[in-house]
């Protein structure tokens, strides 16, 4: 399977192409026929090739959804602790601020009140304030029309739950957030490019902060 593939990743099959018959392919690795449909049937699960009945396999196009479920997958096995979290966050979502203070359509300013309001107004609603508070984010790096950012920073989303969820229950931590979110939400109208990565990095250092400071690093 590892040889298939490699010749994958390295674009000697594309996507589309049809792979070579099971015959040809035990002849060429020196391997059974059952562990070729054994290692295509392995591909096939990952998404990476598609059975076509009769007609053999065509490499496929690996879809968002399966990178996502990967990236997160490894994440929660390998139970990662916020440090390393956050600084992703900083790299993605810092830029992501500024870019968002660019690009940003009326409808997408929206998007962000509606997600700042909720938040607001979730003093005592732990479940909706985490779920405005991810809202809040999604929108900023979905503004960036960057899939690669969107890509990771949608698989880190289940892994700051925890966090989230333990911040906003502390009420200092809950001000803050709210405060912060709506410094970047005011740079972001404004067009403030640099404005809004400044407010977006604050935000994010008050969360790590929270998290250090009360000894608790659960991501899952």
């Keep these: 399977m590892r040889n298939l593939l490699r010749r994958i990743q390295d674009g000697t099959l594309k996507t589309g192409d049809r792979l070579p018959n099971e015959r040809d392919l035990a002849v060429e690795f020196g391997v059974s026929r059952p562990m070729v449909r054994e290692a295509i049937s392995h591909l096939a699960g990952r998404g990476v090739v598609s059975p076509r009945g009769g007609s053999g396999s065509t490499v496929t196009a690996v879809a968002p959804e399966r990178a996502q479920e ?13 440090r390393s979290i956050h600084e992703v966050r900083e790299l ?3 830029h992501a601020a500024g870019v968002a203070a660019s690009r940003a359509t009326a409808a997408d300013i929206d998007a962000l009140r509606q997600s700042m309001s909720t938040l607001r107004d979730s003093a005592d609603r732990l479940t909706a304030a985490a779920e ?19 890509l990771i920073f949608s698989s880190l989303h289940t892994s700051l739950v925890d966090v989230r969820r333990h911040n906003l229950a502390l009420p200092s931590a809950y001000k803050e957030a709210v405060r912060s979110h709506q410094a970047i939400l005011d740079a972001i109208t404004e067009g403030d490019e640099t404005g809004a990565r400044v407010a977006m990095s604050a935000h994010l250092g008050a969360v790590f902060r929270y998290w250090q400071e009360t000894g608790e690093a659960p991501t899952r």
Excluded: K
Excluded at 70 to 82: I, K, S, T
Excluded at 134 to 145: M, Q, Y
């Design 132 to 150: 405005a508070d991810a809202a809040f984010h999604t929108v900023i790096t979905r503004v960036t029309g960057n899939r690669v950012i969107e």
């Design 92 to 94: 993605i979502e810092t």
């Design 70 to 82: 990967a990236l997160y997958l490894y994440l929660r096995d390998n139970r990662l602790d916020y």
